[in-house]
């Protein structure tokens, strides 16, 4: 779990994104007038270089200016870093004080913006100081989140599967396979907390039914079928669950070809998300053992996910998983 930083005592790894040489040894004379901790200073000139640097080092904060030159602007850049799982605080610099990007620096979730010209030693350490503070509690509320969350999927588990252990070995590859399939959706938060609650909505499935070793009859399959619209319903009642995680809870039974349930959507209409988990889930369900059968070895399960690409699942995310199981690249 994230723990407070200390403020005072430590050095700060700091990355200054600026492109223009005056402006730059401007922000690095501040930082030379501020008391301690002593500051490391990075700078980098463009999007792709300070995206390499993020990339290779730890920093406690990122310093960017909001009109950097070249494709990608000051806030594309920080709307990257800042998605990369909020790996640091983000402090965006302008030459005016401008409300317009007082709101855009606030809804992509950047920590402050600071006016050039009105920047003394004093205003840069105190926006510093507050930007790490702050960037430590939301992850120590965020490891809050994500522990409480795994408690539950593995409680709600124990009902039908003995370890418990089912929720956090698909949401571990999951997650795995959405990094490979889409960067941008992995770094939502709610990503793994849909994961893990997927089948929530089986609260609410009588154990008679839930642990019935023999095939369900049409009432009872009814009945187990309704889970994913009443995970979906408890999870829009939680705010930081109602998005994506609902998503997943409500559509990682839909099939590609649009016979699944409960919406009967097809193709793209199922949420990315649900696409991901949807190939996941079977793998996990053919790899380990269920009540009617034993588990099967890997081969199989890929012959199986294989022969579902086009009618159960999405052929990408197919390409893709298998890939990742393989580690060798296969022919579209």
């Not at 959405?178 to 994961?195: C, Q, S, T």
């Not at 079928?225 to 979906?232: D, E, F, P």
Request: with cysteine.
């Amino acid at each position: 779990m994230a723990t407070m930083p200390e403020l005072t005592n430590t050095a700060r790894n700091v990355l200054v994104v600026e492109d223009d040489d005056e402006d730059y040894e401007f922000t690095r004379d501040l930082f030379a007038e501020l008391p301690a901790p002593r500051h490391e200073l990075v700078w980098a000139r463009d999007y792709g270089t300070a995206i390499d640097a993020a990339g290779r080092a730890r920093f406690d904060v990122c310093l960017v200016d909001y009109r950097l030159g070249g494709a990608e602007s000051g806030i594309d850049l920080a709307r990257a870093l800042i998605g990369e799982r909020r790996a640091m605080p983000v402090i965006l610099l302008t030459g005016m004080d401008d409300r317009e990007i007082d709101e855009r620096a606030a809804s992509i979730g950047a920590a402050d913006y600071l006016v050039k010209g009105e920047i003394s030693a004093a205003i840069l350490d105190r926006a510093i100081r507050y930007a790490i503070k702050n960037h430590a509690a939301l992850e120590a509320l965020q490891d809050s989140y994500r522990v409480t969350v795994r408690a539950l999927a593995a409680a709600l588990e124990l009902r039908d599967d003995e370890t418990g252990a089912h929720a956090s070995r698909v949401t571990d590859l999951a997650l795995r396979l959405a990094r490979r399939v889409a960067p941008e959706l992995a770094d939502d938060p709610e990503l793994e907390y849909g994961f893990l609650l997927h089948d929530i909505g089986k609260i609410g499935v009588p154990d008679a039914i839930l642990l019935k070793p023999d095939r369900l009859d049409p009432s009872e399959l009814g009945r187990i079928q309704r889970h994913v619209t009443l995970g979906r319903q408890i999870l829009a009642e939680i705010p930081y669950l109602k998005g994506t995680a609902a998503e997943i809870a409500a559509a990682h039974h839909e099939r590609w070809d649009g016979s699944g349930y409960p919406n009967q959507l097809q193709g793209e209409e199922i949420p990315l998300a649900a696409r991901i988990f949807s190939v996941v889930d079977t793998f996990d369900a053919i790899t380990n053992d269920r009540p009617y059968r034993r588990a099967q070895p890997l081969e199989h399960a890929i012959n199986e996910i294989r022969k579902g690409s086009g009618t159960q699942f999405d052929p990408a995310v197919v390409h893709a998983f298998i890939e990742l199981l393989t580690g060798t690249r296969v022919a579209a």
